[in-house]
């Protein structure tokens, strides 16, 4: 059974400019949330979807936006980049939703924004 | 606001020992789930493992295993017999019945050989 696919693994943007990342869930999974991984925030918590439905949302700007598609893939753009949204952007999906199930994660999307 | 706390930045222990590391959560909730997770370097995460809170059974898997005390809120991960493969950050990480999901800031667990 594939795994959560990420892609791309590696982006170089530069200030100003939007980017739009894929995750691919796990066969037979309805449930995709999104990470924000820094060496200094730690896991911050974007957004989650359930059935194409956000389901949850952190306190993230309006620039980050997701969505997913009727066969649970999902995208999240981010738009304007910063400097500061250099990161590794994680996915993760859950078959109940993730309220006790577990999340099976992709290995990250890096973004490095100059 | 919910939140976890992981108190311990980075802790080391000496291969072969035990070592437990410390998760505290503030939530109003009757209903919700526990979970520690490990990210080793340039590796995916995956679950270490999870406690339901209306559980009063301390979870355990393997060598893993949980201390979870309900009324003060805490649910700390002994590892047992450390090997050199547990170095990792590790993300203790409550779910709630709105599906909330709530993250500690993560503790860096190394190995000594």
């Known amino acids: 059974k594939a795994g959560v696919t990420q892609t791309p693994r590696y982006l170089i943007k530069t200030r100003g400019q939007q980017v739009t990342l894929s995750c691919s869930p796990i066969?037979?999974?309805?449930?995709v949330s999104w990470y924000q991984q820094t060496p200094g925030q730690g896991l911050q918590f974007l957004f989650e979807?359930?059935?194409?439905?956000?389901?949850n949302k952190g306190n993230f700007p309006g620039r980050f936006s997701g969505r997913q598609f009727s066969n649970s893939r999902s995208e999240m753009n981010v738009s304007t980049l910063e400097l500061g949204d250099s990161a590794l952007y994680l996915c993760?999906?859950?078959?109940?939703?993730?309220?006790?199930?577990?999340?099976?994660f992709g290995e990250g999307s890096r973004l490095t924004v100059l | 606001a919910q939140t976890v706390t992981q108190s311990q930045p980075e802790m080391s222990v000496q291969e072969a020992e035990t070592v437990t590391l410390s998760c505290t959560y503030d939530?109003?909730?009757?209903?919700?789930?526990l979970f520690w997770y490990k990210q080793p370097p340039s590796r995916q995460m995956i679950l270490v493992i999870r406690?339901?809170?209306?559980k009063q059974q301390n979870a355990t898997e393997n060598r893993f295993s949980v201390n979870f005390q309900k009324a003060a809120k805490s649910f700390s991960l002994k590892i047992s017999d450390s090997q050199l493969g547990d170095a990792a950050m590790y993300f203790c990480?409550?779910?709630?019945?709105?599906?909330?999901?709530?993250w500690g800031a993560g503790t860096k667990l190394i190995i000594k050989p």
């Open positions: 979807y359930f059935s194409e439905t956000q389901r």
């Open positions: 990480e409550a779910k709630n019945s709105n599906y909330q999901l709530i």
């Open positions: 066969s037979g999974h309805r449930s």
């Open positions: 406690q339901e809170a209306y």
């Open positions: 939530t109003s909730e009757s209903d919700y789930y």
């Open positions: 993760a999906s859950s078959f109940t939703g993730p309220k006790g199930g577990e999340l099976f």
